[in-house]
């Protein structure tokens, strides 16, 4: 058991941690392995930007560049390397992969850090769906390399072999909470608030005066779908409200969904996947609608990467997703806390 009240560069605690680790190296090992076998190039996406995303709960770390005239800049520490991998798919790049540090702040506990390792992979010209089969390929390929057959959290576990079962949201949500969802959104994806709130209402759930829409959705999937998620085998969380897929594609199937999926395993969010929007103008109405948003919750709104917006126009259709590289390690290994997984935990 690994002592809480040491460091974690003391030896005994190191020792306890080490086997996670080597796991991690070998499961790191493994699934460049298996990009490379796909087809992909690994990037390396710069983590300085002037934007580090434009939706409303995502806090990033500023920091200040200097020029050499003394003039002063700030910038960001990347949320996501998303932004500049899309920049690559418009250079004309078609299957890649990178894995690397990225930085979200007010982000912190046994399954969040303020500094995490992120895998984000994208395929132009396909569809999303093509994503789900990845994590599928994915989860069996990091539970090899870690020698289990089991992925396990805090006494729940999940088959990474099985098929993962697919449920959209609006299922999820009658299936665990009796709510329907689909009900408070209208054809243009616009939100009604009262009308989710009463349904929650009903559910039993907790609904505060100054709730939004999104509140609202938030605090059922926590409470009443999350823990369902990822049992026995994978989930595939699929078709968010548009409301919750600030950068994803609307679905032809039905235009009050996106094209957006979360994969689960164990209760634990692992993946965040998207048929990519790539209407620069669309984007652009999204990003100002979330920093308004921003301003009023939190007092503050990051700056638009205009540059990104200009690739975005000539960025081929594409399928993009997000990974929790330290949440797939800490599955694999049965670590109850992600900072077990982590070769230095970020300071405290």
Known sequence: MTDHASPWWTPHVHADRRPHLLARGRIKAAIASWFAGEGFTEV?????QVSPGNETHLSAFATERIAPDGSRETLYLHT???????????????????????????????????????????RARAPYAALMADCAALLATAAAAAGVSMLSHRG?????????????????????????????VDETGATHR?????????????????????????????????????????????EYPIAE???????????????RFELYACGVELANGFGELTDPAEQRRRFVADMDEKERIYGERYPLD??????????????????????????????????LVVWTPAAR
């Open 156 to 184: 729940r576990t999940c088959d990474p072999f099985a098929e993962p079962e697919r449920l959209s949201v609006a299922d999820a949500f009658a299936r665990h909470a009796g709510i329907d969802l689909l009900a408070t």
């Open 44 to 48: 390396e996406c710069a983590i300085l």
């Open 245 to 259: 897929a600030a950068l994803a594609r609307r679905s032809p199937r039905d235009p009050r969904v996106a094209e």
């Open 194 to 238: 009262d009308a989710l709130a009463s349904a929650a209402g009903a559910a039993g759930l907790r609904v505060a005066a100054d709730d939004d829409w999104g509140d609202i959705f938030s605090r059922v999937i926590a409470e009443r779908v999350e823990p369902h998620l990822g049992i026995g085998r994978a989930t595939i969380l699929d």
């Open 306 to 339: 205009e540059d990104f917006l200009a690739a975005l126009a000539i960025m081929p259709e594409a399928s993009g997703i997000a990974l929790g590289f330290d949440r797939l390690v800490m599955l694999a290994t049965g670590a109850p806390r992600l900072d």
């Open 80 to 122: 996501s390397p998303e932004f500049a991998a899309k920049k690559l798919l418009a250079a004309g790049e078609e299957r890649i992969f990178t894995l690397g540090p990225v930085f979200r702040n007010r982000e912190l506990g046994p399954r969040h850090a303020n500094e995490f390792s992120m895998l984000e992979w994208y």
